[in-house]
């Protein structure tokens, strides 16, 4: 069965340096990968998303996230943070159930953003 | 905008307690989920339903039941609330096809079960 990891529960990163968050999934097959994020009090809201092609996806918000096959990873970046971005982010792997669509979401990383 | 509404941001019911969680979406998508989320564990699937009264078991069905008889409604179901039940509530609807993967959510409902 699909999973993700995301190995890092909380990270504190200084406003305008550099982020990655870490996302390692299972899955037999080319996996369909997703970044959503979530702001406090907020629903979800879909960041990028990797179906094929060029492993280096650009999302809204100024966030990327780069496909490594070899090392099965989904790492999402950002060059310079704002405060806006803390929020709590999660990775998924998109999976079909009896030829229906669903996502497996991985623990979620929460991100505080200092001043 | 997709919008997607839950109907209430936070309840609170008692054991044995029969209760509903209303979800509507206003974007004529055929796809409706639940999800429970629970610190650490990330989102976990319920149900999903990708048609008018269509339900599909997610990852942890046990002690819920949905109904979808509107296209733009869906509800989750705890016949019987127990405190290990005690969660937030997040519904999403998508599109068919790779779309599906798209999936926009309302802003959840946090159920504490006493």
């Known amino acids: 069965a699909q999973s993700v990891t995301q190995p890092d529960i909380h990270i504190t990163v200084s406003e305008g340096a550099s982020l990655e968050l870490r996302c390692n999934y299972s899955?037999?097959?080319?996996?369909?990968l997703f970044w959503y994020v979530q702001s406090p009090g907020q629903g979800l809201q879909l960041l990028l998303k990797?179906?094929?092609?060029?492993?280096l996806v650009q999302g809204i918000k100024g966030f990327e996230a780069e496909f490594k096959r070899s090392q099965s990873s989904f790492n999402l970046r950002k060059p310079s943070v704002h405060w806006s971005d803390a929020a709590e982010y999660f990775c998924?792997?998109?999976?079909?159930?009896?030829?229906?669509?669903?996502?497996?979401f991985g623990s979620g990383t929460r991100l505080q953003v200092q001043p | 905008d997709v919008k997607v509404t839950q109907s209430s941001r936070y309840l609170v019911k008692r054991t044995g307690e029969k209760v509903f969680l209303e979800c509507v979406q206003d974007?004529?998508?055929?796809?409706m989920f639940w999800y429970r989320q629970d610190p650490g564990l990330g989102l976990r699937l319920i149900y999903f339903?990708?048609?008018?009264?269509?339900?599909e078991k997610g990852d942890i069905p046990e002690g819920y039941s949905v109904s979808r008889e509107k296209k733009e409604r869906f509800s989750l179901i705890l016949e019987s609330a127990s405190t290990n039940q005690t969660s937030m509530y997040l519904c999403?609807?998508?599109?068919?096809?790779?779309?599906?993967?798209?999936?926009?959510f309302g802003p959840g409902t946090r159920l504490t079960v006493t």
């Open positions: 999403a609807s998508s599109l068919p096809g790779l779309a599906g993967y798209e999936q926009y």
């Open positions: 899955y037999g097959a080319t996996p369909y």
């Open positions: 990797y179906f094929s092609g060029d492993t």
């Open positions: 998924a792997v998109g999976r079909e159930d009896t030829g229906r669509r669903a996502l497996t």
């Open positions: 974007m004529d998508h055929e796809n």
């Open positions: 339903s990708y048609d008018v009264k269509m339900k």
